[in-house]
Structures are given as C-alpha cells and as structure tokens.
Antibody
C-alpha cells in the first residue's frame, strides 16, 4: 500500500530553521512528482514546492529563497529545508504525490505541524 | 498565477439532498482540475481528477463536470459522511493553486 509519512515538525522561533521529512513506501519518489502543500490553521490549502526528474524544482513565491526541496533516492525520502521562518509559515505541512506533470495529488501524508512563534 | 474561486463558501444541505459546488479559474486550465474532500484533522482525499473522472473507490454519487474556466462538483444524494470541506485545484500551470474551499454542512 502506498504510504507517505511526514516528520520533523515542531515549535520554532521566528528566523529559525527546520527540516521536514517525508518517507515514502511502495513507490519510488524519484519516479514521481513530489510536492509539499501546507495549510495554515483554519485556512485553505497552499502548494509550496515540487521536485521531479533529475533535480527540477519549483517554489511558491511566498517561500522562494527560504525553502529548499530535495530528496534522497536511497532512502526514498522527500525533504523540505525551511530557513528564515516567519510566523505566517505556521501550518500543517503535507507531502503529496503526483504521478506526472498533468496529474492531481493522488496520495497525501498525514501532515506535520510547524508552529513559528516566539 | 491562476486564481481559483469557489462558491458558495458554505452550503447547508439536508441528508439525501443534492449539493452543487462551483469552481471558477481566472484563466483556462483545460480539464486539468481536481476536487478533494477534507474532513477535520485529516489530509485531503482525491475525489475527481481531469475535471470529471472519479478516483479509485469514490462513490458514484460524486460527479464532476466542466472545462476551461468553469467547473462543478455534484453530490447527488448527500450521506452523513459527505459533510466536509471540498477544494478544487488546478494542475495546468505552476504555481499549482487551490480554491478557498466550500464547507458542506448539515442543514
């Protein structure tokens, strides 16, 4: 069964850094488009970043220059390095899979909560 | 960026009734449109993709239609488990964007 399991969330002060992980099972992250999607408390869904192919990446303007998406094919794990965190980055962060360029998110993790607060 | 607008924000429906949710894109997304259902404390669940194709395991009471800029999700006869928030999402252009959601609540 395809599964995605996020970890690494927590409470962090503004300006701090955090790395999220997303362990995948029953499929290869390297063969799919893998994204991070976040949801602020009581708010809607916001796409954050995608990685696909060799090392192609795209970012939402709101995180560009601060967040970095990557993957470790040997561990079948997706990462999101978050630097210079802001209060407005507080959200549940989900990893999600797309099977190709023009595809929906067919599998999602359970999410990990990141709280940025002093 | 393509802006996705959902209406209404909240829909009050009695069990067994029909619910019609709308989603409008600020420019054409062809048929690259998905609908998700989200219940409190859970991750979103894919319901419809390519505007009108039901995902695996999704009941036939859920149907999607539309193309270009106007899309509709219809739930033909609401069951208790269908009360949730529904989001549309376009995957035609980056950045991928979601609508603000429609909450379907019990009337």
């Amino acid at each position: 069964e395809v599964q995605l399991m996020e970890s690494g969330g927590g409470l962090i002060q503004p300006g701090g850094s955090l790395r999220l992980s997303c362990a995948a099972s029953e499929f290869a992250v390297s063969s799919n488009y893998m994204s991070w999607v976040r949801q602020a408390p009581g708010r809607g869904l916001e796409w954050v970043s995608v990685i696909f192919g060799d090392v192609s990446t795209y970012y939402a303007d709101s995180v560009k220059g601060r967040f970095t998406i990557s993957r470790d094919n040997s561990k079948n794990t997706l990462y999101l390095q978050m630097n210079s965190l802001r209060v407005e980055d507080t959200a549940v962060y989900y990893c999600a899979r797309e099977v190709g360029r023009y595809s929906p998110f067919d599998y999602w993790g359970q999410g990990t909560l990141v709280t940025v607060s002093s | 960026e393509i802006v996705m607008t959902q209406s209404p924000a909240t829909l009050s429906v009695s069990p067994g009734e029909r619910a019609t949710l709308s989603c409008r894109a600020s420019q054409s997304v062809s048929s690259n449109l998905a609908w998700y259902q989200q219940k409190p404390g859970q991750a979103p669940r894919l319901l419809i993709y390519d505007a009108s194709t039901r995902a695996t395991g999704v009941p036939a009471r859920f149907s999607g239609s539309g193309s270009g800029t106007e899309f509709t999700l219809t739930i033909s006869s609401l069951q208790s488990e269908d009360f949730a928030v529904y989001y549309c999402q376009q995957y035609n252009n980056w950045p991928l964007t979601f609508g603000g959601g429609t909450k379907v609540e019990i009337k």
